[in-house]
C-alpha cells in the first residue's frame, strides 16, 4: 500500500490550494480514505473523511464551509480542495486509509498559509 501526497506549498491567507493523494497496492475503491494535518508543535488532528463510495463525508468543524474533499475511484486518487485558507490551516497534510486491518499513511505535504 502506498498514499503519496503532493500540491502543497505556500499560500497568502484566503487563497486555495487542492492536494492530491495517489493511491496504489490496494483496493482503493473498496475503502474510505481520510485527511489529517499536523501544526509545529501539535498534535495530528483528523481534518476530513470520505467514505469508499465517496458519498459520506465528514469535516471537523475548523474546516467546514472551506475545504472539501472527493475521490476518484477510477484514477485511485483523492483530493482536498481547500478554499479560504487561514494561517491557522498552516501543517502538514497527510492522506491515510485504513486498508485490511492496517493503518496506512502518506509521507504529507507542507502547506504553509502566511503573507
Known amino acids: 500500500v502506498q498514499l503519496v501526497e503532493s500540491g502543497g506549498g505556500l499560500v497568502q491567507p484566503g487563497g486555495s490550494l487542492r492536494l492530491s493523494c495517489a493511491a496504489s497496492?490496494?483496493?482503493?475503491?473498496?475503502?474510505?480514505m481520510s485527511w489529517y494535518r499536523q501544526g509545529r508543535g501539535k498534535e495530528r488532528e483528523l481534518v476530513t473523511s470520505?467514505?469508499?463510495?465517496?458519498?459520506?463525508?465528514n469535516y471537523a468543524d475548523s474546516v467546514k464551509g472551506r475545504f472539501t474533499i472527493s475521490r476518484d475511484n477510477v484514477r485511485n486518487m483523492g483530493y482536498l480542495q481547500m478554499n479560504s485558507l487561514k494561517p491557522e490551516d498552516t501543517a502538514v497534510y497527510y492522506c491515510?486509509?485504513?486498508?485490511?486491518?492496517?493503518?496506512?499513511w502518506g509521507q504529507g505535504t507542507q502547506v504553509t498559509v502566511s503573507s
Open positions: 491515510a486509509t485504513v486498508a485490511r486491518g492496517r493503518d496506512y
Open positions: 470520505i467514505s469508499a463510495t465517496g458519498l459520506s463525508r
Open positions: 497496492g490496494y483496493a482503493f475503491s473498496s475503502y474510505g
